[in-house]
């Protein structure tokens, strides 16, 4: 620790400049960490978005879509049921989720 007055060095403990005897305000220790370590926990367990290809998905959905084969491609059981059920949503689902891949990155994450 510096005196802010004449610049000598004082103790660490020190309020009282031993040099000039200027009165010092304690101020805070700061420390610095910038270590950069990532914790996300989800990613490093095999969780979170996975990759799909675009084109497997679209290939599915033309050909198997009413049946729900891409959904159950992309992970989404629920809806892979339900279109099972329902004939693609009674098809009109299964023609909207045609161009909804189309217009998707590839690959795209799910």
Known sequence: MFCKKCGSE????ENICPKCGTAQSQQPQIVINNANANTNVNQAAGYGPRPKDKWVAFFLCLFL???GAHKFYEGK???GILYLFTAGLFFIGWVVDIFVILAKPNPYYV
Not at 10 to 13: A, D, Q, S
């Open 77 to 79: 059981t629920g809806m």
């Open 65 to 67: 879509g009413f049946l």
């Open 10 to 13: 004082m103790g660490i403990n």
